[in-house]
Nanobody, 120 residues
Framework: QAQLTESGGGFVHDGGSLRLACAAY????????MDWYRQAHGGERESVAG???????DYARSVKQRFAISREHGSRMIYLNMNNLKLDDTATYYC??????????????WGPGTEVTVFA
């Protein structure tokens, strides 16, 4: 089995910055993909940023030019640098990963989430 854990959430003034981190650990053979999602209170979970094949990145329109996802090659950690935060960025941020574990099964995993609150 594998687990994900996020860190780096907190309270920040609008216009400020935060850096989220997500670590994958457990009986891991390969982490195929790692992405960031978020869910605002009362809203649906939405994709925020993802790493796609070839090292390319994909972002939700609302966070383009402000957020940056990164992962070192072969690393089991990803980061989300969030700049110029806005009130609408307030949400619980979740790390998602598709992981091959040593029982040779590939499954989807979610972290417990980290809260980001942007205040005026």
């Amino acid at each position: 089995q594998a687990q994900l854990t996020e860190s780096g959430g907190g309270f920040v003034h609008d216009g400020g910055s935060l850096r989220l981190a997500c670590a994958a650990y457990g009986d891991i053979v390969n982490v195929e993909t790692m992405d960031w999602y978020r869910q605002a209170h009362g809203g649906e979970r939405e994709s925020v940023a993802g790493l796609i094949s070839g090292g390319h990145t994909d972002y939700a329109r609302s966070v383009k030019q402000r957020f940056a996802i990164s992962r070192e090659h072969g690393s089991r950690m990803i980061y989300l640098n969030m700049n110029n935060l806005k009130l609408d960025d307030t949400a619980t941020y979740y790390c998602y990963a598709r992981i091959l574990t040593d029982d040779l099964k590939t499954n989807d995993y979610w972290g417990p989430g980290t809260e980001v609150t942007v205040f005026a």
